[in-house]
């Protein structure tokens, strides 16, 4: 290797490190309470949902008070590992209070800091909260460096030995590797130099997530066994195995060409192609700890076509480097008519490999766009800022293809306006040279693009309440608050207080119900945590609409006190999990699909000249496949329609909807209706049939036998209004069976 030569392999790692491929952490999607806002009294607990996962046991949550000392902490939920959520002391006073925030994110290892303020009582005090420090990490930005363009320099140099540098200028009389020896002994260096680099990266990879995690020196790091908390216990770790494996698998393959090479050496290539795919995998990698790992828009598809993505690209990026680095040496021993009778070829085989791999490059980019801008507002972010100089820089790096493209083919080469550019190209020595610089600069935009935070939606900036009330009910005060207040798996807190005071020696059951479907959920027993706190989980608002909770409190004596709360669920109050896909996403979806068609082809034209096209052979597999569609589609319309009729059967919507809210005032009410005008019920044998039944009928059908009566039960006064009757029917609820 010539100095020259060695010169620019450290040029270009030079350049590399300077790169900052840091991929953004996710961002808060719903948090209860909102930020900076005013309290009338303190929240029961704090929740902060995020867009992506995290680590449970390095993320944390503090609340803090106005002196900055901490007065609770929490964790991630054991449910929702997006969640942070804390239990908030009963006994805060008035005033501001600092919720610290260090989520963990479990995609890419990041740990960001920052605080949200809320206020008990009035605004007081100047206190701001802080946003997330969205700084990339020196030593972060090394090892990703490292590792990101090792993996691409050996997928290049692999790619490029098999697909690209055998079939054109592979000669069974090259005993090692099929080609010339100082050819070989050149890609043997990449490939080395490649993985023992992409090894230390990943080394110092998991040294750095440990001093992250535990915010800790690098000494404290290894001499305290931390990195190994780290390599077993988190998502980093698994990520950080797989790669370890990977690189594995690949120096295996790599060491078994050099072994067997000059033996056996036509299984030189099948071990490179092996490597192929054995790269493939470790670039995979990047795929889950990237920002398509927190895409709201299906978020399979955005992992699968940003792995197809940084494949593409380093084929691309790989390929050229590959090529910049080896063509200098193999041609070496060429004139120049010999040079590019040798190179034409070659070239030109790559050139056709590389229109597709940029058609793909171009529309998985547009896709992976679509996942992060939703509104034209966000083309004018940082990230959108960004995320143009990248573009302008790819655009210069596909004319200089494009001019190769051209200087490859003399019809297209005559017609071309700017002919002497082609010209110029056509030696592909400055140009490729050119273009490798173009793929660095690329590169270094598109790490900026990586380290810049993605647009966060504008919806999540919208005020959404949490749905809350209070009652008083003879001597107890009830407060209920559901969290988060939406379609899904909710947090019923409910404070019991009487005379002013917490207690905590009472059952509180819970309830919901949704009086238009109809729809009554079993009842929970709260659990008791604490100073009058009762809490319980349910799953049972499962639809937008009116719904009611009922809370009914038993006392020692068994007596009952009843509190009812009517809310409208709306999909704001939801914690977004998911978004449908745009038009434009599916849009580019198809796009994606069609460049991976157009990729294919070649392959798909070749399989198909092995096939038999006879006419009849054609028609009986049309028919199959249509036949086949048809089946399917029928059935599965067959089925929904018959899922559809049986629910309907099964609970037809009321003919009659039960409009009165089923409170203590209510209760009271029917209580005296009851034995006024049905007394008849009170002595009658099919009443304890009837309260068995009880949970199994419905509001409507209660009304009908207030009205017509049920076997020995006479119906009640045709004096009493419709009114009236929901009253009884309320009343009759509470005569379950506890």
């Not at 390095?58 to 804390?86: P, Y």
């Not at 790819?394 to 080469?413: E, K």
């Not at 007394?679 to 009304?703: C, E, G, N, T, Y």
Request: charged fraction near 15%.
């Amino acid at each position: 290797m010539t100095r020259k030569t060695l010169f620019f392999i450290v040029a270009l790692f030079a350049l590399l490190f300077i790169v900052q491929p840091v991929a953004a952490h996710g961002y808060i999607i719903r948090s209860i309470p909102q930020d900076r806002v005013v309290l009338e009294r303190a929240p029961v607990r704090l929740q902060y949902w995020f867009s992506e996962s995290l680590e449970p046991q390095f993320s944390e949550i503090n609340l803090r008070n106005q002196a900055g000392e901490i007065i609770a902490s929490g964790a991630t939920d054991a449910e929702d590992t997006t969640l942070l959520s804390l239990r908030v002391p009963s006994d805060l006073v008035d005033g501001a209070y600092i919720v610290e925030l260090r989520p963990a994110f479990a995609s890419d290892g990041h740990v960001v800091v920052e605080s949200r303020v809320f206020f008990v009582g009035e605004e007081v005090g100047d206190i701001a909260s802080q946003a997330a420090d969205d700084t990339a990490r020196p030593l972060e930005v090394f090892w990703k460096a490292l590792l990101f363009h090792a993996s691409y320099l050996m997928f290049g140099v692999a790619t490029v030995y098999a697909y690209i540098l055998v079939p054109v200028w592979g000669n069974t009389r090259y005993r090692h590797g099929l080609l010339p020896p100082r050819v070989m002994r050149r890609l043997n260096i990449l490939m080395g130099i490649g993985l023992a680099v992409a090894l230390y990266a990943n080394i110092v990879a998991l040294l750095q997530q440990t001093m992250i995690f535990f915010n800790v020196g690098l000494t404290t790091a290894l001499t305290g066994n931390l990195w190994q908390v780290v390599r077993v216990g988190s998502r980093f770790g698994d990520i950080w195995h797989f790669r370890m494996f990977m690189l594995l698998v690949i120096a295996i393959f790599y060491g078994a060409g050099l072994f067997y090479g000059r033996n056996y050496p036509k299984m030189i290539r099948s071990f490179w192609t092996a490597n192929t795919w054995a790269i493939g995998l470790l670039i995979g990698a990047q795929a889950v700890t990237s920002h398509a790992a927190g895409s709201l828009i299906l978020p399979w598809a955005a992992i699968m076509i940003h792995w197809l993505h940084t494949i593409a690209v380093a084929f691309w990026i790989g390929g050229i480097a590959t090529l910049a680095l080896i063509l200098p040496v193999a041609l070496a021993p060429y004139s120049d008519n010999a040079r590019w009778e040798a190179l034409r070829p070659l070239m030109f085989r790559f050139s056709r490999y590389i229109v597709g791999t940029v058609f793909v490059v171009i529309t998985s980019g547009i896709y992976s766009a679509t996942n992060w801008f939703y509104t034209s507002a966000d083309l004018t972010t940082s990230y959108g800022a960004a995320l143009a100089y990248k573009l302008l820089m790819v655009a210069l790096l596909l004319f200089v293809g494009a001019l190769h493209h051209i200087a490859l083919r003399p019809h297209l080469l005559q017609r071309f306006p700017l002919h002497g550019l082609a010209q110029w190209a056509k030696s592909f020595r400055l140009s490729l040279r050119l273009e490798m610089l173009l793929v660095v600069l690329a590169l270094i935009l598109a790490a900026f693009v990586s380290a810049t935070p993605i647009p966060e939606p504008q919806f999540l900036a919208e005020t959404v309440e949490t749905p809350s009330d209070s009652q008083d009910i003879g001597a107890y005060t009830v407060f209920v608050s559901i969290t988060p207040g939406g379609t899904g798996i909710n947090t019923i807190d409910t404070i019991i207080e009487k005379d002013g005071l917490p207690i905590d020696d009472v059952t509180v059951e819970v309830q919901f119900v949704a009086p238009e479907r109809p729809l009554r959920s079993h009842w929970q027993v709260a659990e008791y945590v604490e100073n009058g706190l009762y809490v319980v989980a349910s799953d049972a608002i499962d639809e937008i609409g009116s719904w009611q909770t009922l809370i009914d409190i038993f006392d020692n004596d068994g007596n009952l006190t009843r509190a009812a709360f009517a809310w409208q669920i709306s999909d704001e109050a939801t914690v977004i999990e998911s978004l449908p896909a745009s038009i434009w996403t599916k849009l580019a979806l198809l796009a994606v699909l069609f460049s991976i068609a157009f990729v294919m082809y070649p392959a798909t034209r070749w399989l198909a000249q092995q096939m038999q096209w006879t006419r009849v052979n054609v028609v009986i597999s049309v028919g199959i496949i249509l036949m086949t569609i048809l089946v399917g589609w029928f059935s599965i319309t067959v089925i929904e329609r018959q899922e559809a009729a049986l629910q309907l059967r099964l609970n037809p919507p009321p003919q009659i909807v039960n409009t009165i809210l089923p409170d203590s005032e209510s209760l009271n009410q029917g209580t005296a209706l009851y034995q006024e005008y049905c007394s008849a019920w009170l002595q009658a044998d099919d009443m304890d049939s009837l309260l068995k039944r009880l949970r199994l009928l419905r509001d409507d059908q209660l009304f009908a036998i207030t009205e017509n009566g049920w076997r020995d039960l006479p119906p009640c006064a045709e004096s009493l209004s419709d009114i009236e009757r929901w009253h009884i029917v309320n009343m009759l609820r509470t005569l379950r069976e506890r």
